[in-house]
């Protein structure tokens, strides 16, 4: 795995509207990174690319509408194929909004 590919995922959960970890936790909560994967691609695939499916599946159609490439004409579509594929594996699709929880913020101790 190339050390970009870890920089590329952090800035994409950025985009997507995640400024906690907490809030990725609650997002994926309760997926299983492996049942999705085998559900999308009949195997299981990088520890990357089942992060991402997992965030679309939690995220739903926010995932799509958030995602950098969702300019390009072809990408909302394919993924919206995935969302109908997890759906039918009997695979729960959220509308996690990171944007809408409220972020706690630290004090400084």
């Known amino acids: 795995m190339a050390q970009w590919s870890y ?13 906690t970890l907490s809030q990725l ?3 994926i909560s309760g997926y299983n990174d492996d049942v999705i994967s085998h559900a999308l691609w009949g195997a299981r695939q990088g520890q990357l690319s089942r992060f991402e499916d997992m965030l679309l599946a939690g995220m739903g159609e926010h995932f799509i509408s958030r995602h950098p490439w969702s300019r390009d ?6 993924f919206r194929v995935r969302l109908k594929k997890i759906a039918g ?10 944007k809408a929880h409220e972020v706690s913020k630290q004090k400084d101790v």
């Open 7 to 19: 920089g590329y995922t952090a800035g994409l959960v950025r985009k997507l509207g995640f400024e």
């Open 25 to 27: 936790d609650e997002c």
């Open 73 to 78: 004409e072809d990408w909302p579509k394919r």
């Open 89 to 98: 594996a009997g695979i729960t699709v959220r509308a996690y909004d990171p």
